[in-house]
């Protein structure tokens, strides 16, 4: 029987080791009375204490990141060159700033709410591969910004399905290239061969 994850597991203190944990894990939202479900494939791991390619640590504390500094277990949905909304998860406890990015889903759920969202007929990668891309097939804005994730709007399930290691590809994240040595981090990660990940880099 499916779990709502409990704010337990969002405090833990090793990003890293949660953002692989989401993988196969179920994403759900319940925006405008629309139910829709969409299994994790693909996140991306970011420290707010040593990693440079943390808005936490690159910007420090501002309007945009404060909820960053709250405790585990909130969404941090920014917007990226104006357009894209971008769904993260604060992770750790109060005041340590770690966030995982949610990158790819495979739908599952309210597929035909999903595809309208992204004005596409059939499930494809361009449905649910991507950070903005994902925000918008399950209805996630920057009005979420803050959101409690062990609410009913949106949340996280776990289904009783564990990604073994040899079947999760870690590399380096996307887009951060300003991040110097941190940028090579493999603290992205991929279910391997899953259609809805992002091209390998």
């Known amino acids: 029987m499916a779990k709502k994850l409990s704010i337990s597991f969002y405090e833990r203190d090793d990003v890293v080791t949660i953002a692989k944990e989401l993988l196969g894990k179920v994403l759900c939202t319940r925006i405008d009375g629309v139910l829709c479900r969409g299994m994790i494939v693909e996140t991306e791991a970011y420290n707010g204490r040593?990693?440079?390619a943390?808005?936490?640590h690159f910007a420090g504390k501002t309007k945009r990141t404060k909820i960053m500094y709250d405790r585990g277990g909130l969404a941090y949905v920014y917007l990226c060159?104006?357009?894209?909304?971008?769904?993260?998860?604060?992770?750790?406890?109060?005041?340590?700033?770690?966030?995982?990015?949610?990158?790819?889903?495979?739908p599952i759920e309210g597929i035909d709410h999903i595809l309208r969202r992204r004005n596409k007929t059939k499930l494809e990668r361009s449905v649910g591969g991507g950070p903005g891309i994902v925000s918008q097939a399950l209805g996630i804005s920057t009005n979420h910004?803050?959101?409690?994730?062990?609410?009913?709007l949106i949340w996280i399930e776990d289904h009783q399905r564990t990604i073994p290691e040899q079947e999760i590809i870690a590399s380096p994240r996307v887009g951060v290239d300003y991040a110097e040595e941190d940028a090579l981090l493999p603290w992205r990660f991929r279910i391997k061969d899953n259609p809805f990940t992002s091209p390998a880099k």
Do not use: P, S
């Not at 993260?88 to 990158?103: E, P, Q, S, W, Y």
């Not at 910004?145 to 009913?152: C, F, K, R, S, V």
């Open 50 to 52: 040593t990693d440079k």
């Open 54 to 56: 943390c808005h936490a």
């Open 81 to 106: 060159y104006g357009i894209h909304h971008l769904f993260n998860i604060v992770t750790n406890k109060k005041g340590l700033a770690d966030a995982v990015l949610i990158r790819g889903i495979e």
């Open 145 to 152: 910004y803050g959101t409690d994730l062990t609410g009913n």
